[in-house]
């Protein structure tokens, strides 16, 4: 069975992320282990930029805190579903911090520069915005995306919902939903 990892970047109980995760883990059942992480309720420090993680060369990191607990889920799951909305045309600031510490599978004493354990991993983005442009979005979201390289995640699919404000209005909008099923139809593929 896949093991798909679910990092859920929303605040908002009641939006649109967490309706879509409900979603799609109950379209998973029985068809893959899925693990949520809510970063909105976790602790994941900015990255020190310290280095430390260089002196080993499997992926690790110095701080203490819920990042550094999750690393071998990451390093070990087949994919990965990041959820997530964008705040000021950006990643917002807990999912950024997220990335960053990515930055532990770094290595630069490999050719691909990176020491996750498997290279060959799906990551699919699904953000929602709420009045801003959708096509400037997406490549805001797939520019961010390829940064998961290093920590293992070669193959990579963003999508953005514009209009999205009201809470949970994605469960109404047909055209977003099929391209979530698609999305997870490619990730337990
Ligand atoms: C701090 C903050 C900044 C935001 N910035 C943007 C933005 O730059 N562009 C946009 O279209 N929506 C912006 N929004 C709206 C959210 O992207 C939108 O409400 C989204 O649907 C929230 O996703 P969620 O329901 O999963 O929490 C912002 C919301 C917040 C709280």
Sequence with gaps: MKKILIVNAS????GNSYALEKRFMEQMEGKAEVMAFHIGEKDVRVCLACDGCKRQHTPNCVQKDDFTALIPEIDSCDAMLILAPVHWDQFP??????????????????????????????????????????DVYTTMVETNLKS?????????????????NVPGSIMEKEENLKVADEVAEWLLA
Excluded: C, E, I, W
Excluded at 11 to 14: E, F, I, Q
Excluded at 148 to 164: L, Q
């Design 148 to 164: 998961f390289a290093t920590a293992g995640f070669s193959d990579y699919k963003a999508h953005v919902a514009g209009d999205a």
């Design 93 to 134: 600031a807990q999912l950024k911090a997220f990335l960053d510490r990515t930055y532990s599978f770094m290595d630069f004493t490999q050719p691909d520069f990176s020491m996750a354990g498997r290279k060959d991993k799906k990551l699919a983005g699904y953000f929602f915005a709420g009045f801003g442009p959708v």
């Design 11 to 14: 605040k908002r109980r009641n």
